[in-house]
């Protein structure tokens, strides 16, 4: 199967219990910018650290490095109203050449090569 990058709202959805995915091996992909983002709350228990760890630990780590910053810096010229952690998310799913799969497909809606899904 080919490489897919989740943003945080799907793994928020099945960390909570809402909406269950399968990750194949070595097919899913996660931003660092999603790793902060499911970290950064205050007050997540033992147990809900555990579960976002275990799900990451399933996930291949792309870091942002120069070329997906300049990528989502790009992007922020044309949609100067997206917010900064999207513009990243963005930025590495079309420097992966892969597709991103999220629930807030709207966010993401008309930018030029990203291939959006709701479903893995």
């Known amino acids: 199967m080919a490489l897919v990058l989740l943003d945080t709202n799907v793994l928020i959805l099945h960390i909570g219990g809402f909406e269950k995915i ?3 091996p070595l097919a899913a992909a996660v931003s660092t910018i999603t790793v902060f983002e499911l970290i950064r ?3 997540l228990s033992s147990q809900e650290v555990s ?3 275990s799900i990451l ?3 291949i780590h792309i ?3 120069t070329a997906i910053a300049q990528r989502a810096a790009s992007l922020s010229k044309t949609r100067p ?3 900064s ?3 990243f998310i963005a930025a590495t799913a079309l420097e992966l050449s892969c597709p991103l799969i ?3 497909v709207k966010d993401f809606k008309g930018i030029k090569n990203l291939v959006i899904r709701s479903k893995i």
């Open 102 to 104: 999220t629930h807030n």
């Open 85 to 87: 952690l999207d513009l």
């Open 81 to 83: 109203k997206m917010k």
């Open 41 to 43: 709350y205050p007050g």
């Open 63 to 65: 870091s942002v490095g």
């Open 51 to 53: 579960a976002i760890q």
């Open 57 to 59: 630990d399933e996930c």
């Open 22 to 24: 399968v990750l194949p």
